[in-house]
C-alpha cells in the first residue's frame, strides 16, 4: 500500500475510533457511500457550518440566509437543466465488475502525465541547482514538451467530448489510452452511456397518482425560486446574495473515496445576484474572498489551488474549482461559477411568472445575473482531517521521546474547548472542585470533564481530538484557587487563578478572530 493510501486509512480509522464519523447502517454492513457523524463530528461539522455562515449572512450585510425544503416542485428540475442533463458518463469493467466514470478515468490519467512533467523539473532542479529556470526548461525541454502537448491535446479532446455529451469518443480516447480499471488491471469495457444522478421519490399517497419527485442534487434550485420572495421581503439591492445550508444528493457513479464522495451529504451554498454585465468582476471578487476564508483557518497555501474549469457547465460563463491537496492529490473542495441569468430566466419562461428586478439607479427591469460559491460541508470536513491530524515525536513525563497523536484543528472549530481533569479519581474534594469549574465553563463553552486514567493517558486523548486547553485541578488548587492551563500545540502548562479560565479560553477559541481576517 503507498503512503498516501496508508495515510487516508489512517484518517479514516481515527475519524471511527473517536467518535467522529461511522459508516452508515453498520449492524447491517453498511450502506455505500452514505455515512453518519458521530459525537465529535457533529460538533466539528457543526462549528464549520457556523464559521461558513456567519463569514456570509454576519459579515455581509447585503448578504441573507434561508432554509429551503428538500422537496421542490419536480418543474424546477426541468428548468434547472437536471432532469435533461445532469448526467455523467459511466462504463463498467467485465472483469471486475465494477464501475467507473469515464471522465475520471481520463482526467486522472491527465494527471499522470502532468506528475511526469513535475518530476522531470524536480529532477532538473536538483541537476542544475540555483541557476535553474523551470519556465525555461519546460518550454525547452523535448521531454517536457511532449508531455505538455499531450495533457493539452487530451484536455481538450476531452473538453470536447463532454460538452457534446459524446459517449462514443469518450470510449475510444479510453481505448487510445489503454486505460485499464486501476483495480484489476483489466481493459475489458462496456461502452460509455449517460448516467442521470437524481433520485426520484414519490409525492401522494392515491395509489396512480402519485407526483414523481426528485430530492434536490443541489441547494441552489431552493435560492433562485425564492429569489423575488427574499428581495421583496429583505428590501435587498442589487448586489445582494442569499446563503444556505443544506441537504443534496447524488447517486454518485463512483462513491469509493469515504466523505469525499457521498450519496448524501451538505452543501454550503450562496447565490450572488447581480447587474448584468458585471458578472466577471464579481467572479473575481468572490475567487479572492473564498481563498481567503480557507487560509485564515491556517491551511497552508501550497495545499490549495484555484483550477478553471475546461468544460463550462450548461449554465455557466466563467467557472473555477478551489482545489485541496487530500491524501489521494488535488481535487474539488468548492466551486465557484458565473451561473449567468440561466437559472433565473428559465424558471420564468417555464413558470409563467416574472423574475425580474427593477434597478432604480439604472431605470430599467432585468432578469439579474448570478455568482455563486460552493463548497461540501463534509469535503471541507475531510480537508480539515487531512490537513489537521498529525504524529509528532514529543518528550513524555520522564523526559523520554514518545509519539503522541494530535489534531491540530483551528481552536475556533474543535469539537470540544477545554477539558477539566482532576489529578486523581479517587479524592472527592478534586473530582468535586473540579466539577465546579467544569459546570461553570460549560455554560460558555463545549467542554469535556475527566477523572478515567492517569492524567498523562488523558492528555493524549484530549490531543488526539483536538482539545486546545485542559485545566487540570490538583490538591494545591484547594489551597489557591489556581489551575494548571496545557495548551495542546506549545505543550507549555502555565498556573493561573479560576477566574481567569473563560478569558482564557474565549481568547484561545474565539472564532471573531478567524472573521475578522476576511474583512
Ligand atoms: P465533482 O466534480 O467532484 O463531482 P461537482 O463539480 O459535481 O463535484 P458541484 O456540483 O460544483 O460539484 O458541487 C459543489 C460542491 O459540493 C463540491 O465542490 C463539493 O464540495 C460538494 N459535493 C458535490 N458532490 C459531492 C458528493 N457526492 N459528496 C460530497 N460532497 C460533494
Request: net charge negative; with cysteine; glycine share 4%.
Amino acid at each position: 500500500m503507498s503512503q498516501t493510501q496508508e495515510d487516508f486509512k489512517r484518517i479514516i480509522s481515527f475519524a471511527k475510533e473517536y467518535g467522529f464519523i461511522y459508516p452508515s447502517s453498520e449492524i447491517y454492513d453498511g450502506l455505500s457511500a452514505v455515512y453518519d457523524y458521530g459525537p465529535l463530528g457533529v460538533e466539528l461539522k457543526n462549528n464549520l457550518k457556523q464559521y461558513w455562515w456567519q463569514s456570509m449572512v454576519r459579515l455581509n450585510d447585503n448578504i441573507v440566509g434561508i432554509d429551503s425544503a428538500i422537496f421542490m416542485h419536480p418543474m424546477i428540475w426541468k428548468a434547472s437543466g437536471h432532469v435533461d442533463a445532469f448526467n455523467d458518463p459511466m462504463l463498467d469493467n467485465k472483469d471486475s465488475k465494477k464501475r467507473f466514470r469515464a471522465d475520471v478515468l481520463i482526467e486522472n490519467h491527465i494527471e499522470k502525465v502532468e506528475d511526469k512533467i513535475t518530476k522531470e523539473v524536480d529532477k532538473a532542479a536538483k541537476r542544475f541547482g540555483e541557476t535553474f529556470d523551470a519556465a525555461m526548461y519546460k518550454e525547452t525541454n523535448p521531454r517536457v514538451m511532449e508531455y505538455q502537448n499531450e495533457v493539452t491535446t487530451l484536455s481538450k479532446r476531452l473538453a470536447t467530448a463532454m460538452s457534446e455529451g459524446n459517449m462514443a469518443e469518450l470510449g475510444k480516447i479510453i481505448e487510445d489510452l489503454q486505460i485499464a480499471d486501476p483495480d484489476s488491471g483489466s481493459r475489458n469495457w462496456t461502452e460509455v452511456r449517460q448516467f442521470n444522478l437524481m433520485f426520484s421519490t414519490q409525492l401522494g399517497n392515491i395509489a396512480g397518482q402519485e407526483e414523481k419527485l426528485y430530492l434536490r442534487p443541489e441547494t441552489a434550485q431552493g435560492i433562485f425560486v425564492n429569489f423575488l420572495n427574499v428581495q421583496k421581503t429583505t428590501r435587498q439591492k442589487i448586489p445582494f446574495g442569499i446563503a444556505q445550508i443544506g441537504k443534496a444528493f447524488r447517486n454518485e457513479i463512483v462513491a469509493r473515496q469515504f466523505i469525499f464522495r457521498m450519496r448524501e451529504f451538505e452543501q454550503m451554498e450562496m447565490q450572488f445576484f447581480i447587474a448584468p454585465g458585471t458578472e466577471l468582476d464579481w467572479f473575481e471578487k468572490w475567487k479572492a474572498q473564498r481563498m481567503k476564508w480557507h487560509l485564515a483557518l491556517g491551511t497552508p497555501a501550497n495545499k490549495l489551488k484555484f483550477k478553471d474549469h475546461d468544460n463550462l457547465a450548461h449554465y455557466a460563463n466563467a467557472a473555477t474549482d478551489i482545489q485541496f491537496e487530500f491524501p489521494f492529490g488535488f481535487k474539488e473542495l468548492e466551486g465557484i461559477h458565473s451561473r449567468t441569468d440561466f437559472d433565473l430566466k428559465s424558471h420564468q419562461e417555464l413558470s409563467g411568472k416574472k423574475l425580474t428586478y427593477f434597478d432604480q439607479e439604472k431605470n430599467e427591469a432585468y432578469v439579474p445575473y448570478v455568482v455563486e460559491t460552493s463548497i461540501g460541508a463534509d469535503r471541507m470536513f475531510l480537508a480539515m482531517l487531512s490537513n489537521n491530524l498529525k504524529e509528532e515525536s514529543v518528550p513524555d513525563s520522564k523526559g523520554e521521546d514518545s509519539t503522541r497523536l494530535v489534531f491540530k484543528i483551528h481552536p475556533a472549530l474543535a469539537p470540544v474547548k477545554c477539558a477539566v481533569l482532576p489529578l486523581v479519581k479517587n479524592k472527592e474534594e478534586l473530582t468535586s472542585k473540579a466539577k465546579t469549574i467544569y459546570d461553570k465553563l460549560k455554560l460558555q463553552f463545549q467542554c469535556q470533564y475527566d477523572d478515567k486514567d492517569a492524567i498523562g493517558r488523558r492528555y493524549r486523548r484530549q490531543d488526539a481530538i483536538g482539545t486546545p486547553i485542559c485545566i487540570t485541578v490538583d490538591f494545591e488548587t484547594l489551597d489557591d484557587n489556581c489551575v494548571t492551563v496545557r495548551d495542546r500545540d506549545t505543550l507549555v502548562q502555565q498556573r493561573v487563578p479560576i477566574e481567569q479560565l473563560s478569558a482564557i479560553i474565549a481568547e484561545k477559541t474565539d472564532m471573531s478572530k478567524v472573521l475578522d481576517q476576511l474583512v
